[in-house]
């Protein structure tokens, strides 16, 4: 479907003009001559869409300031607002009424055309962010994990089905795939989501504390116990504890795991008294624990023990289909802390979903604060993703003649763009090509 542009402007010549211009570029277009005819016909019920309004400011009949109040409130089309030379207050008000761009007369068609061009690509990545947003409110009531592929779906029915019961559960993953945020969501989907969760890094612990930290010690247990302490899964009483990093346990209390597990039971350290534990368990590792098991590293009858419900969460790479959803929902976040309305481009987005993500969620999450954060403009293009991300997506295969062509194509503008000091018309002189279709390359390879 074409893209329509509705046009408003007073003076005939400007008019025709800008409306053969449209015409020619493939829009379909709709002009007026007066404010009041352009609103009737907007507020008509048998109305044209536009996804772009152009309108003069100044008008016969009505001030093109109110024209633009009227549709920002009505309609989701892009206004752009003609002004006059040396009118720079009516620019002013213009944006801050909710023009998406202002262009001052006279002014060239080709910049004319680019920007009526950018405008819609901003509408079409804002409509793009609307609906994921939409998809994001039907997410299994589980609104903190992002994901909508099978792979993920698997996972998300696996959580409803255990959340239930108190079964001990294994989660397994790459490093930043969300094995503590599974862990989390897990508890507090489950009955004893209103006690304590209590997360153990079993690989920050120095190796001496380890059992004291995970079952109490009483006084005078070693040098330096004062008094009596309670450890973690006294802490976790009737609710649930979470081993991180199962795997770095020492083996000698990967058996008293194992004890807890199958007769629900501890001491502390340096006492007598038996406890009960009333704790749901809940691992994870991001090592191969049947590696670990060949390597006598990891007791395998705690492996089976552990093992009664696996929870195996997919690489990023895996579960490509879910990262602009990732993206789209780590833009949000980052828009309330930068209050920037960051989007990428479509080769910046395409670059991004071809990576590989070694740290899965967490590397993706750290890339997208890091643009967001250094982004100058609103659409952060993929000259401005980090540098091994776009040697990989042309380093993975053999490079296709167009990519290398259309690489070396933009080098040489960029090139002559700085010998030219940024004239584009010199520059374009230089290069022997129009001004529009330098503007259309500079826009499309996203140079600054
Ligand atoms: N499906 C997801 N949806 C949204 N955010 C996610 C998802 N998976 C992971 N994250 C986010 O990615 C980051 C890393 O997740 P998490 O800490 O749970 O990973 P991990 O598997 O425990 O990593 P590590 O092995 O390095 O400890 C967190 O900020 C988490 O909120
Ligand atoms: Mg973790």
Redesign the pocket.
Known sequence: MKETVLLIEDEKLMRVTLEDALRTAGYEVTSFETGTEALRSLKSPDRVGADVVVTDVRLPDIDGLNILEEITQMNDAQVIVMTAFGTIKDAVNAMRLGAFDYITKPFSLDEFLLLIERALEVKKLRNENIRLKKDLGRCYGFP????EGSE?KKIFSLIERVSGSDSTILIL??????????ATTIHYQSKRKDKPLIKVNCAAMPEGLIESELFGHEKGAFTGAIRRKPGRFELADKGTIFL??IADLPLSTQSKILRVIQERTFERVGGTETLNADVRIIA?T?KNLEDEIKKKRFREDLYYRLNVIPII?PALRDRKE?IPL?IN?LLEKCKDKLSKNISFSRDALNALIEYDYPG???EL?NIIERCSTLAVSDVVGKDALPSFIINKTESGKQPSLSSVASEAEKEYIIRTLKAAKGNKTKAAELLGISRKTLWEKINSYGIE
């Not at 903190?144 to 994901?147: E, F, P, V, Y």
């Not at 993953?173 to 599974?182: A, M, N, Q, R, V």
């Open positions: 903190n994990i992002i994901g993920m993953g790459e490093s930043g795939t969300g094995k503590e945020l599974i991180d990093e994870a991001n969460l879910d990732l929902s899965n969620v967490r999450q």
